[in-house]
Each structure stands twice: as structure tokens, then as C-alpha cells.
């Protein structure tokens, strides 16, 4: 699957952050039966490579990283068993290793000119991020009008009810949340509830 297809897979990719790898089956377990395959894990705890490792024998989980930061950390979560990598910026060391690496990848951008500087590195789906913090969807259809071929998965900020208006405006694929399981929950029950709600939400794309 190429990024393009892995945004397509649901409205809404949960972005998570995992301490306990115990909790890391059940969980991906609840968030796919509730009909959200794609999943995010963080880079930001010291279990996350296990994670992601547990996370991936879930049938049906479509699991990637985030917080990517460098090639190191690249070649650390493929080797885990991520399927796509997420980062919050781009440089060119870091793209020239996800073109080598052949991963799905989702390069974070806030500015046209990161945006101008992802195509030239050959990325046009993007993560646009800090969504919220960084001028909110005014901004981001702004810079849409103007890249007209991009597509971008917002993340930052974004919530249950603000996620339909990120969802309305066409030159987004999908968000990134973390609202459907907070760090350390683990009512599974709740989250699978969550993600169903979310899995239901409607795009413009």
C-alpha cells in the first residue's frame, strides 16, 4: 500500500502514545473493531517499538510510527513491523532516507514553504501539523488553494467535534487524533465506541 491508500483507509487515524505493552493488542484490537484500521504509535515512550511490534501481529491493524525524527528512528520502527511512518517536519536526510527505506511516509509540514520544499523532495500527501496551534483550518485552506494537487492529513489539536470540519474541506484525507484512546486507558469498551463514532464521520474527499 502506498500513503495514499493507507489515508483512505478511515476518516480519522489515531495517534498513540503507549507506556505498557501490555496494553498494546487490546488496544489495537479495540480501535480496528471499531472500524479504525490505520494506527499511529508515537515514538515517545521507551515501549514503543514493542508496541508497534504487538500492535502489528492484530489482524486487520494497519500500524505505522510517528515521531520520526530521523533515519535512525525509520529503520528502528520498519524493523518493528511499521507499515508507514509519520514525522512532524521534513529535511532532506530524512526524505532521502524514506525513498531508500521504499515505507509509506507522511511528512509533517506548517508552512507553504515546507510544503514547496515536500514536493520537491517528492511528497504530496502530508501531515499538516500543529493543525490547531498553526492557524486552524482557515489556514490550511488557504495553503490548499494554492497547492492544488496536495492532499494532507491535520493533526494537533483536533477533536471529536472539530474533526467534521477538518473532514468538509476537500484537500483533506483524513485527520490524525488522539482523542480516541488517552495515554494509559484502557476501557476498551469505550474506545472501540469512540473509534466507531469516528470511523462514521463523512469527508469532502
Not at 101 to 112: D, E, H, K, R, W
Not at 131 to 145: R, V
Amino acid at each position: 500500500m502506498n500513503i495514499d491508500i493507507i489515508m483512505r483507509l478511515a476518516p480519522v487515524i489515531p495517534v498513540l502514545v503507549v507506556d505498557d505493552v501490555a496494553h498494546a493488542r487490546p488496544l489495537a484490537q479495540a480501535l480496528v473493531a471499531g472500524g479504525l484500521p490505520v494506527l499511529e504509535v508515537t515514538l515517545r515512550t521507551p515501549a514503543a517499538l514493542d508496541v508497534i511490534r504487538a500492535m502489528a501481529e492484530v489482524p486487520g491493524a494497519v500500524v505505522g510510527a510517528g515521531t520520526v525524527l530521523s533515519p535512525q528512528d525509520l529503520d528502528q520502527a520498519v524493523a518493528a513491523g511499521a507499515r508507514f511512518v509519520v514525522s512532524p517536519g521534513l529535511t532532506p536526510t530524512l526524505a532521502g532516507a524514506a525513498r531508500a527505506s521504499g515505507v509509506p511516509f507522511l511528512p509533517g509540514v506548517a508552512t507553504a514553504t515546507d510544503i514547496i520544499a515536500a514536493l520537491e523532495q517528492g511528497f504530496s500527501r502530508l501531515k499538516y501539523f500543529p493543525a490547531t496551534a498553526n492557524g486552524g483550518l482557515p489556514a490550511l485552506k488557504a495553503m490548499a488553494a494554492v497547492f492544488g494537487g496536495v492532499r494532507f492529513c491535520p493533526t494537533g489539536g483536533i477533536t471529536e467535534a472539530s474533526a467534521p470540519d477538518w473532514l468538509a474541506e476537500p484537500a483533506v484525507v483524513c485527520v490524525g487524533g488522539s482523542w480516541l484512546a488517552k495515554r494509559g486507558e484502557s476501557d476498551w469498551p469505550a474506545i472501540t465506541a469512540r473509534a466507531r463514532a469516528a470511523a462514521a464521520l463523512n469527508r469532502a474527499a
